[in-house]
């Protein structure tokens, strides 16, 4: 029944957090004083209640957090006063009960209230598994001690003798809890107590233990839950309040209480105790469930099925394990192995062959082998399997032999609004996504290496990730054996692997400096190119919906069209060729498409891109139809992304992609109607969009506390080779965009494109400008166009 990993976390850990902080407010010296506070005071009330008299057969206990001695500053008292059935009559039991219950309410503190006997009690924990396993830490308060213990002891014992049947219950209780909660590690908000990894799975393993299906992990698994115990208290602290959640609001304020250097270093500790208690429970329950199935079925000595995985490690009991833990000691490919195999077989290694991996295993030599190094690629071409298999590896310090840099990224949060992972989470999450992708290029093995390394360089003090992880890839791939020419591959890949989707979402496809700006991030190879693409859908796909939209997908599919013709040695891309004014050209307008525009007739025509809508809106080009087609559509309650802006012969000829959180599809007709209405001058196809904002605050453009400040617009030098390039970031709100196009128009100045993205209620938008001359803004009307768009995102009237 001994379990394997019962020093689980024997690696490197920063759970700094685990000092006592018993002077800055939190810690375990303050727990212990506080839970001898509440015993006496509880104690006082007791004497207060039975007039110091002792009174057989009755006694006062705590379960929960009081119970267990790790109650918070503002924990909830959870009581039940036991009695035996003939102790006392059942009005002196009530009025006993009401003399306890009401001292404490009177104090303001929150009360679980119940009145048991020792078969109560049982048969609640029968039928409630809650109950159940909080009644497991019954402890005396006042009054007689042995019925407690017989309580206790009496519902341990049917906890025991119930273990087959409630094992699965209990399961599917921590699944369900974890589905709606979360994974602890990996919210920037963590719910400490019922998440994936938090404090309610501390008591989950201590009702295993108790259950006698496997032993408690202990070490490592301690100090994350003293540390998840010390940020809990310092958020009731901080927050004046029993609460559970470490919010955003409280980052700064518990890592100044816990003594951390800034609040990142706080996240970081919290997740990594969080991923510790994680696998130390995901580990027990399968040992748990091991144990199980053992008694059942049982019959002589038990001899567990070994299913053959190759390289002498096999699959037995849902685990992948070594069939001689010699095997490890010569072989440094071993843990490689063995991570290859499990994953593949979407199996997790089992604790105690992981703990001779990483004990024994030699350490790979440098520069590694050819076949250390495909090894590796084999790992990562593994698919899903192996974030679990990873994990393992992580916890018992396995990778950092492989990758000693990976410490630095390990449990670091993300707080860019796209993200839904850790960085080194999100990093092995992209490695799957791009083991799906493998296909599309040659080079598969530097495809799933720089998905590895692509964010290696987000650590602390990093100016740009993105140069900084390039840096440390050079000296990782080397390490690795690869060639030079393979090394600069990567390296250039790491560096470049934001700059497509920048390109795509907030540049002009139609501009020929875009796809220069996509070839030279390349270096002209198509070969790099056609990796650094893939590496671009895996990366945004593993950072979360908001990263990768149909339209942002679109996008990149539009961008890529124009760079392989460019590479492919044509001078003029698709992009361009739609927008020729050649009578031949595709963009030829048809003579009744000609005629019905000029008689103040607009058309629309959408396009469904699955998830999002293609506009093709064709009216008289004017000053302000940019302005008044984007009111529009924000009146109609589609959310604009991207608007490419051309004319042939007169005529405006633009697409525009919008999104609808309703799921609405845009109307042609009413955009039709309410285009042509505008062009006269009637505002009312606006008037829910003022409604709207007529009941919005408007900023005051004044940065003050926890206000993200005035709005920024910035000139994006050499972007354009016919437009002035601005990028605006303000504070988003409805509309905004029909105001900036009014507040240009009415300055005489032409909206060529707009790319529009918007996280976290911040939004930023890419404009293409041109003066009437339809040529870029000489330096005196650029500094007007940005002054006129920092006033209106504030809120300033330009005028």
């Not at 009755?58 to 500053?73: E, F």
């Not at 095997?327 to 499990?342: I, K, Q, S």
């Not at 069209?561 to 044509?570: C, E, F, P, Q, T």
């Not at 940065?703 to 601005?726: E, I, K, N, Y």
Request: hydrophobic share 40%.
């Amino acid at each position: 029944m001994s379990t394997p990993s019962s020093e689980i976390g024997s690696r490197r850990l920063d759970l700094a957090g685990t000092r006592d902080f018993a002077v800055a407010g939190a810690g375990r010296a303050r727990r212990e004083a506080l839970s001898a506070f509440n015993r006496d005071w509880l104690a006082d009330v007791w004497r207060t209640a039975t007039g110091g008299s002792r009174i057989e057969g009755v006694a006062l206990a705590a379960v929960g957090s009081l119970g267990r001695g790790d109650a918070g500053p503002l924990s909830d008292y959870d009581l039940v006063l036991l009695h035996s059935e003939r102790s006392l009559p059942a009005k002196e039991l009530t009025a006993l009960a009401d003399r306890i219950w009401y001292p404490i309410w009177d104090a303001g503190v929150r009360l679980d209230h119940s009145v048991r006997t020792v078969s109560q009690c049982r048969q609640v924990a029968a039928g409630d598994l809650t109950a159940a396993v909080g009644l497991l830490d019954l402890t005396p308060l006042a009054g007689d001690a042995e019925l407690v213990a017989a309580a206790r002891s009496t519902v341990a014992h049917d906890w025991r003798g119930n273990a087959r049947k409630r094992l699965p219950q209990l399961v599917e209780a921590v699944l369900a809890r974890h589905q709606r909660q979360g994974d602890l590690a990996q919210s920037i908000e963590p719910e400490l107590k019922e998440a994936h990894g938090g404090l309610r799975d501390m008591t989950v393993l201590n009702a295993l233990a108790e259950a006698w299906l496997a032993d408690r992990p202990h070490g490592g698994v301690d100090a994350a839950h003293g540390l998840l115990l010390d940020v809990r208290d310092a958020v009731h602290v901080v927050t004046g309040r029993g609460r559970d959640r470490l919010g955003r609001e409280e980052h700064d304020a518990v890592s100044a209480l816990l003594g951390h250097s800034d609040a990142d270093d706080l996240l970081t500790a919290v997740s990594s105790a969080g991923r510790l208690i994680a696998y130390a429970l995901d580990g027990t329950l399968r040992r748990a469930g091991q144990s199980q199935r053992a008694r059942t079925l049982r019959v002589g000595p038990r001899r567990p099925q070994m299913t053959p995985l190759g390289h002498g490690l096999f699959a037995s009991d849902g685990e992948v394990v070594l069939g001689s833990a010699r095997l490890a000691e010569a072989d440094a490919t071993m843990p490689l192995r063995a991570g290859v195999v499990a994953s593949r077989a979407g199996l997790p290694v089992a604790p105690a062959t992981l703990d001779n991996l990483a004990r024994t295993s030699p350490e790979p030599t440098e520069p590694w082998t050819t076949a250390t190094r495909d090894l590796l690629g084999d790992l990562l071409a593994s698919g899903p399997g192996l974030v679990t298999v990873w994990e393992g590896l992580d916890q018992v310090g396995v990778v950092d032999t492989w990758l000693p840099e990976w410490a630095a990224v390990r449990s670091r949060p993300q707080r860019n609004a796209v993200h839904r992972h850790t960085v080194d989470r999100h990093l092995v999450e992209t490695v799957v996504r791009a083991a799906g992708l493998v296909r599309r290029t040659s080079r598969p093995d530097l495809l799933l290496v720089a998905a590895l390394l692509h964010d290696i360089g987000k650590v602390r003090g990093a100016h740009d990730h993105s140069v900084t992880g390039a840096e440390t890839t050079r000296v990782v791939a080397t390490r690795w054996g690869y060639s030079p020419r393979d090394v600069d591959v990567l390296v250039t890949l790491v560096r470049e692997h934001l700059t497509l989707i920048e390109l795509a979402t907030r540049r002009d496809h139609q501009d020929p400096a875009t796809v220069d700006a996509a070839v030279a991030a390349v270096g002209g190879d198509r070969e790099v190119f056609e990796i650094l693409l893939a590496l671009t859908e895996a990366d945004a796909s593993a950072a979360g919906p908001l990263a990768w939209t149909d339209w942002r997908a679109t996008l990149l599919d539009q961008l890529a069209v124009a760079v392989r013709l460019r590479l492919d040695g044509h001078t003029t891309s698709a992009v361009d060729a739609a927008a020729s004014d050649s009578p031949d050209g595709p963009a030829s307008l048809p003579e009744e498409l000609v005629a019905a525009v000029r008689a103040g007739e607009p058309r629309v025509r959408v396009i469904d891109n699955g998830g999002s809508h293609r506009l093709d809106i064709t009216d008289l080009d004017r000053v302000g139809l940019f302005a008044d087609t984007a009111g529009l559509l924000a009146a109609e309650g589609h959310t604009v992304r991207t608007a490419i802006l051309r004319t042939v012969e007169g005529i405006a000829v633009n697409e525009w992609h919008v999104e609808s959180p309703s799921g609405a599809v845009p109307d042609p007709t009413r955009i039709e109607r309410g285009l042509g209405r505008l062009a006269l001058g009637d505002r009312g196809p606006l008037s829910t969009l003022d409604r709207r904002r007529a009941h919005l605050p408007r900023p005051s453009g004044q940065s003050g506390l926890g206000a993200p400040g005035q709005a920024r617009a910035l000139v994006v030098p050499g972007a354009s080779s016919d437009s002035t390039v601005l990028e605006v970031r303000a504070q988003d709100r409805p509309g905004l965009l029909h105001e900036l196009g009014a507040a240009l128009a009415g300055a005489g100045i032409s909206v060529r494109s707009a790319h529009i993205a918007t996280y976290a209620g911040q939004t930023l938008d890419t404009f293409y400008l041109t003066g009437t001359d339809d040529l870029p803004l000489p330096p005196a009307r650029v500094a007007q166009a940005v002054s006129l768009v920092i006033d209106t995102c504030d809120g300033v009237d330009p005028s």
